[in-house]
C-alpha cells in the first residue's frame, strides 16, 4: 500500500514560517502531481499550491508570493515553504499526491491523501 505522511507543522506567530514535508512510502512505481490542501474549521478544503512531476506549478491566489512548492524526487518528498504566514492561514493541511502503484504486471493509478497537519498563526 501507499501511505503520505507530514511533519512541520506547528504554532507560528503572524509574520513567520513554516516548512512542511510530506513523505510517500510504499510500492511506488511513480508520482504524478503532488500537492497540498488545507482546510479550516467550518470551511471546505482547498488547494493551497500543486506541483507536477516535470516541476510546473500553480498556487492559490491567497498565498501567492508567499508560499514556495518543491519536491524532491528521489526522496518522494514534497515541501511547502510558507511565509509572511496570516492567522487566516490557520488550517489542517494535508498533502495529496496521485501515485501510480505496481502489482505484479499491471499498474493502479490513484489519488492519496495524508492524514494532515496542524498550522496555527496566532500571537
Known amino acids: 500500500q501507499v501511505q503520505l505522511v507530514e511533519s512541520g507543522g506547528g504554532l507560528v506567530q503572524p509574520g513567520g514560517s513554516l516548512r512542511l514535508s510530506c513523505t510517500a512510502s510504499?510500492?511506488?512505481?511513480?508520482?504524478?502531481?503532488m500537492g497540498w490542501y488545507r482546510q479550516a474549521p467550518g470551511q471546505q478544503r482547498e488547494l493551497v499550491a500543486k506541483?507536477?512531476?516535470?516541476?510546473?506549478?500553480n498556487y492559490a491566489g491567497s498565498v501567492k508570493g508567499r508560499v514556495t512548492i518543491s519536491r524532491d524526487n528521489a526522496k518522494n518528498t514534497v515541501y511547502l515553504q510558507m511565509s509572511s504566514l496570516k492567522p487566516e492561514d490557520t488550517a489542517v493541511y494535508y498533502c495529496?499526491?496521485?501515485?501510480?502503484?505496481?502489482?505484479?504486471?499491471?499498474?493502479?493509478?490513484?489519488?492519496?491523501w495524508g492524514r494532515g497537519t496542524q498550522v496555527t498563526v496566532s500571537s
Open positions: 495529496n499526491a496521485d501515485i501510480t502503484r505496481s502489482s505484479g504486471f499491471r499498474y493502479y493509478t490513484n489519488d492519496y
Open positions: 510504499g510500492n511506488i512505481f511513480s508520482i504524478n502531481a
Open positions: 506541483i507536477t512531476s516535470g516541476g510546473s506549478t
